[in-house]
C-alpha cells in the first residue's frame, strides 16, 4: 500500500513539473513575442547548506548568443542596491553565480504562505553591456513542523440544557509549514471511551488559511446527574502521509445548571463592500442577533471571535450592545483586498451561550497611489548621475524604475523626460534607461537639470515627478590657444640673466588637467639664450643682450594641456635686439609704444591723470604740445608742463577707452645755442569703473511676474523659477547677490545667492501672504547697490496627495511643464551666451595680463602680430587722430612700419622731417624712453 502511494505521489510530483515547464515555456514565448523579458525563476528548497549552487546568469540569461567569450569573460553581475534584506540570502559572484548565502528557512520568510518567491533585481555592467535581469527564486517547503497548540490544556463548562447542535469554540494549533505540509484535520474523542456521542467537531473555514475556527458540537442532551465532566482529546493530524505529525489538545469539560438557549444571528453571513479610502470611525455593518432566553440570560454582547480578534482587533471594533462594525485604522486595497471577520454573539456575562455569523468586509481600490519613482545612477561615482562629454547617442545614463501599487488601469504608468537632449527607454513593463539623445559638450552646458514626469492611468490620474542633477564630466576635447600666431618683441641692451622678457599665455575651456597648460621652447639651439616659464609663460633672459650682436630670433613656443591624451599649439615669438645702435637714430614708433593712462569715471572736472614728459631744469625751453584729433580737446588737454589733464567727468558705460595722439615741441637755449626736437606720442586712456549703476531687473518684470504651483509639495528640490538680472558695471561692481527679503515668511523656499535659481523644498501654504515674493538684487561694489522685484505665485486648487516623490494631479502637469521647459531653454540660452562672453572676457583679460606681469624694468618694444592686424591698427589710430595717410603710404609689414606712418602724423601736424622723433611710455607699463637730442 505504501509503495503504491509512494508512486502516486511521485507521478503527481513529475506532472506537475511538466506543467510548470510548459507554463515557463509559454511565457518565454510570450515575452519574447512582446520584446519585454520575463523573469528567471528557481527553485530552492528550504534547509540546504549554504553555498548552494542556484544557477548560471550568463547561461539562463542567453547571454552567450548576445556575446563573444571575450565580452562575457568582461561582464559583471551585482545585485540593485535597493534590495538588501535579500543579499543577507544570497551570493552572486562576479562572473554570474548564483549561490545561496545562509540556510534559507522558508517559514521564517513565509510562514504558512502557499507560495514563497523572493523576487532579485541584478544589474549587467560594464555599462556598454548594461542591463537589468530579474529573478523569482521560489522556496520550496519541507515538513520541518508539527502542528502546536497554544496551551496544552483548557477548561469548559456547560450547562446542562445546552441544546443539541450548539457550538463551543476551541483553540485551534497552528503549524509555519506550507498548507502542503499544513494542518489536515481536527478529530476529538472522549478519553474514558464512553459509549454514548456527547460531542462531536465542527469546522468553519480553511483550517490553514484565514480565518477558520473549530468548535465542539454538543451532539446528545446532557445531564449533570449522569455524568459532571468530560475529559476531551482534540488532536490536529497534517496533511503529508510521509511525513505524520500530530499535536493533542486536552479538553476538560463541566456540565452546570445554567442558561439552555443560545443566541441566534438573523443571517448566517453579512456581505459588505466599502472604498479603501472611507474615513476611519464609519460604520461598516450591523449585525443583530435574538434569545430565546428572558431577563439577564437573553441580554447579547456582541464581540470578535478570539481569531478575528487577534488578527484584526486594531483595525475594527463592534459594538457589544448595537453590534455595529466600524473602522478603526485606514483600509488600504493595495495591502488586503478582503477581511472575513467572526462575529460571536454571548447571551450573559458567566458562562453565556454564543453564536456566530461571518462577515465579509471586500475593499474596492481606489487610485490613491501616484507612481513612486526610483532612480540609479550608472556612472563611476554613485548615487552622482554623471556622463562624460562627447559621449556616442543613447549612452545609457541611469536606470529609472518605477513602482504603483494600485490595480488595474491605476497601476499602469507612463514617463516622459522634459529635456529633448536625453530620452527614455523602456526595458520592463516598469522600468526605464535615461540614455543621451544627443551629443553633449561640457564647455557649453556643464550640468543639466532633468525632471522625469510618471503618471498612472487611474481614475483620477495621479502624476509624479523627480529632478536629477545630470554632470557633463569633461573630456580633453580642445586644445590650448594663443591670441596670435606670432608675437614680436624688440629688447634693449640692458636686459640681464633671469630679466623677463614677454609673457605668452594659451587658453584651454577644458577642466583640471585638461585645460591646466605648460610652455616649452620647441627650439634647441636657442634654449641656451633664453628660457620660459612651463606655468606662466613668461619668457626670460639666459645670458645678458649686451654679450649678443644684432639679431633677429624666431622662437618656437609650445603650448600643450595636461590631459590624459594631451592636445597642444605653437605659436612664434619674434626676439629683435638693439644692441650696437645708436639711440640718437632709433625711431621707436610702434602701436605697442602706447602710454597708458587710468581715470575713475565720475572724477571731477580738470583733475590730472598722468605726467608724459619732465621739463628739463638745466635748460631754457620753449614748449609747444598739440592734442589730436579737434574733438579730443574737449575732454583732454596736455599742459606745457606734461601734465595730462581730463576736463570734464567721464562715464565708463558711454566709452571705456580713449585714443588721442600729441606732439611736443621744444626749443631749448644753452650756451651752445638753440636746439629743436619734436617727439610724438599716443595715449590710451582707460576709464575705470566706479559703482553707479543699481542691478537692473529681467525677471521677474511688470508683463512676467507670474507663475503657478500646487500647494502642498513637500520633500522634493522642485526648480520654480529663475530670478535674472544685469548691471552695466564691469567685475564686482556688476556681481549680483540674489536674497529674499522676508525669507522667515517663505521656509518651503530657497534661493541661490549666486545663480538666483527659487527652488520650492517644503510645503507650499495656501496663504495670501505667501503669495507674493519679493527678492533683492544686490551687487558687489563698495557702496553696493540694490533692486527690488517682486514674484507672484499663483496656487492651484487641485488636492495633492503628499509623498516622498512629490505628487500632483494630472490637470496641472500642463502649467508645470509649460513653466519648467521654457525656463529650461531660456536657462541654456543664457549659459551658452555666458560662456561665449567668459571666454572672449578671459581671452582679453589674459591679454592684459601678459603685459602687466613682464618685469617694469623690463623694456619692450611690441611690433604687431602679422601684416594684416599691423593694417588693422594703423587703420585705426589715423581715424581716431582725424588723419590720412599722405603719399598713398603703404601699411602692409615690413615694408613700411608704424614708425614711418607715425613720422607721416607729425608731418601733417607741424610740417617737418621727424627723423628723431622719440617715443616715451609711462605708467610702469614698460617700454623704450630713448632720451630727446637737445
Known amino acids: 500500500m505504501a509503495n503504491t502511494d509512494r508512486r502516486d505521489l511521485n507521478q503527481l510530483i513529475v506532472i506537475r513539473i511538466l506543467v510548470l515547464c510548459g507554463i515557463a515555456a509559454f511565457l518565454v514565448g510570450s515575452s519574447r513575442g512582446n520584446n519585454i523579458k520575463t523573469p528567471i525563476t528557481y527553485h530552492v528548497e528550504e534547509e540546504l547548506s549554504p553555498r548552494l549552487l542556484i544557477g548560471n546568469l550568463i547561461q539562463d540569461a542567453v547571454l552567450t548568443e548576445l556575446y563573444s567569450a571575450e565580452e562575457l569573460a568582461s561582464l559583471e553581475f551585482t545585485f ?261 471577520l467572526i462575529v460571536v454573539a454571548v447571551d450573559s456575562q458567566v458562562n453565556g451561550l454564543t453564536g456566530e455569523t461571518t462577515v465579509i468586509v471586500n475593499v474596492k481600490d481606489v487610485n490613491d497611489n501616484a507612481p513612486i519613482i526610483r532612480i540609479t545612477s550608472l556612472g563611476k561615482h554613485p548615487p552622482k548621475v554623471e556622463i562624460p562629454e562627447n559621449s556616442e547617442l543613447m549612452t545609457p545614463i541611469a536606470h529609472v524604475s518605477i513602482e504603483d501599487p494600485d490595480e488595474e488601469m491605476g497601476g499602469v504608468v507612463s514617463c516622459i523626460v522634459n529635456d529633448t537632449k536625453f530620452s527614455l527607454t523602456q526595458i520592463y513593463a516598469n522600468d526605464f534607461m535615461l540614455r543621451s539623445a544627443e551629443i553633449l559638450d561640457r564647455e557649453m552646458t556643464s550640468k543639466f537639470y532633468v525632471m522625469i514626469t510618471c503618471k498612472d492611468r487611474g481614475q483620477p490620474e495621479l502624476v509624479s515627478w523627480k529632478t536629477i542633477d545630470i554632470n557633463v564630466l569633461d573630456v580633453n576635447d580642445n586644445r590650448p590657444m594663443f591670441g596670435q600666431t606670432h608675437y614680436q618683441v624688440i629688447i634693449s641692451a640692458d636686459i640681464h640673466i633671469g630679466d623677463n622678457i614677454f609673457q605668452l599665455s594659451a587658453t584651454d575651456p577644458d577642466e583640471g588637467d585638461n585645460g591646466n597648460v605648460a610652455y616649452s621652447i620647441l627650439d634647441p639651439d636657442v634654449v641656451h639664450l633664453f628660457s620660459i616659464n612651463k606655468q606662466s609663460g613668461i619668457v626670460s633672459a639666459n645670458v645678458n643682450i649686451s654679450n649678443i650682436s644684432i639679431w633677429d630670433f624666431k622662437i618656437h613656443i609650445l603650448a600643450e594641456d595636461m590631459g590624459d591624451e594631451p592636445l597642444s599649439s605653437t605659436t612664434i615669438l619674434i626676439l629683435s635686439s638693439l644692441v650696437n645702435q645708436s639711440s640718437s637714430n632709433i625711431n621707436l614708433l610702434s602701436q605697442n609704444n602706447v602710454t597708458v593712462l587710468h581715470v575713475e569715471e565720475n572724477w571731477p572736472e580738470n583733475i590730472k591723470i598722468g605726467q608724459l614728459f619732465d621739463d628739463n631744469e638745466h635748460l631754457v625751453c620753449d614748449i609747444t604740445t598739440v592734442v589730436y584729433p579737434d574733438e579730443i580737446k574737449k575732454l583732454f588737454v596736455l599742459s606745457n608742463n606734461g601734465e595730462v589733464i581730463v576736463q570734464t567727468s567721464l562715464d565708463r558705460e558711454t566709452q571705456e577707452t580713449y585714443y588721442f595722439g600729441a606732439i611736443v615741441k621744444k626749443v631749448c637755449r644753452n650756451s651752445a645755442g638753440e636746439q629743436e626736437s619734436v617727439k610724438g606720442y599716443i595715449i590710451q586712456v582707460i576709464v575705470d569703473d566706479q559703482n553707479d549703476n543699481a542691478p537692473i531687473v529681467i525677471f521677474p518684470n511688470s508683463e512676467n511676474n507670474t507663475i503657478t504651483l500646487h500647494p502642498g509639495l513637500v520633500n522634493e528640490r522642485l526648480l520654480l523659477a529663475k530670478i535674472k538680472g544685469t548691471d552695466a558695471d564691469v567685475e564686482e561692481n556688476s556681481r549680483l547677490t540674489f536674497t529674499l527679503v522676508n525669507p522667515e515668511r517663505f521656509d518651503y523656499l530657497r534661493l541661490n545667492p549666486d545663480s538666483g535659481e527659487l527652488y520650492v523644498i517644503g510645503e507650499v501654504r495656501d496663504d495670501i501672504e505667501s503669495k507674493l515674493v519679493r527678492i533683492k538684487l544686490t551687487d558687489n561694489g563698495s557702496p553696493s547697490l540694490s533692486t527690488t522685484a517682486t514674484l507672484r505665485i499663483n496656487l492651484t486648487s487641485a488636492a495633492v496627495i503628499s509623498n516622498p516623490e512629490t505628487m500632483v494631479t494630472a490637470d496641472n502637469l500642463t502649467k508645470v511643464l509649460s513653466i519648467t521647459l521654457p525656463c529650461s531653454v531660456i536657462l541654456v540660452l543664457v549659459i551658452i551666451l555666458i560662456v561665449r562672453l567668459t571666454r572672449k572676457t578671459f581671452s582679453c583679460r589674459t591679454k592684459k595680463k601678459d603685459r602687466n606681469h613682464v618685469n617694469p624694468t623690463t623694456k619692450l618694444n611690441l611690433a604687431a602680430d602679422d601684416p594684416d592686424a599691423e593694417k588693422q591698427k594703423l587703420s585705426a589710430i589715423y581715424t581716431a587722430l582725424g588723419l590720412h595717410p599722405s603719399n598713398g603710404i603703404d601699411y602692409l609689414y615690413p615694408e613700411k612700419d608704424l614708425s614711418a606712418c607715425l613720422t607721416d602724423i607729425a608731418e601733417q601736424l607741424t610740417g617737418d622731417k621727424c627723423t628723431d622723433l622719440g617715443f616715451t611710455q609711462v605708467g610702469g607699463y614698460g617700454g623704450i624712453d630713448e632720451a630727446m637730442p637737445y
Open 80 to 340: 540593485i542596491s535597493s534590495q538588501e534584506a535579500h543579499e543577507e540570502l544570497f551570493n552572486l559572484t562576479r562572473d554570474g553565480t548564483l549561490l545561496t548565502r545562509i540556510v534559507i528557512d522558508r517559514d521564517v520568510l513565509c510562514p504558512a504562505e502557499e507560495n514563497c518567491i523572493l523576487s532579485l533585481d541584478v544589474e549587467v555592467s560594464p555599462v556598454e553591456y548594461f542591463q537589468i535581469i530579474k529573478i523569482n527564486v521560489v522556496i520550496l517547503d519541507i515538513n520541518d513542523n508539527r502542528p502546536t497548540f497554544q496551551q496544552p490544556r483548557i477548561h469548559l463548562s456547560l450547562a446542562e440544557s445546552t441544546p443539541v447542535g450548539s457550538l463551543l469554540q476551541v483553540p485551534m494549533a497552528y503549524d509555519p509549514d506550507s498548507p502542503a505540509n499544513g494542518i489536515d484535520h481536527y478529530e476529538v474523542h472522549i478519553r474514558d471511551n464512553s459509549s454514548r456521542s456527547v460531542f462531536g467537531l465542527k469546522t468553519n473555514g480553511d483550517l490553514q488559511g484565514s480565518p477558520g475556527e473549530i468548535y465542539l458540537e454538543i451532539l446528545n442532551y446532557l445531564d449533570r446527574e449522569e455524568k459532571s465532566s468530560y475529559v476531551l482529546e482534540l488532536t490536529a493530524t497534517e496533511r503529508n502521509v510521509q511525513d505524520l505529525k500530530q499535536s493533542i489538545l486536552i479538553i476538560q469539560v463541566s456540565v452546570t445548571d445554567v442558561n439552555d438557549n443560545m443566541p441566534v444571528f438573523t443571517q448566517s453571513k453579512y456581505t459588505v463592500t466599502v472604498p479603501e479610502n472611507v474615513h476611519i470611525g464609519t460604520a461598516l455593518v450591523k449585525v443583530m442577533a435574538t434569545d430565546m432566553d428572558s431577563g439577564e440570560n437573553s441580554r447579547i454582547r456582541y464581540l470578535l471571535s478570539s481569531r478575528s480578534a487577534d488578527n484584526y482587533d486594531l483595525m475594527f471594533r463592534v459594538d457589544e450592545l448595537t453590534g455595529e462594525i466600524y473602522t478603526q485604522e485606514s483600509l488600504d486595497y493595495e495591502e488586503r483586498s478582503q477581511y472575513t
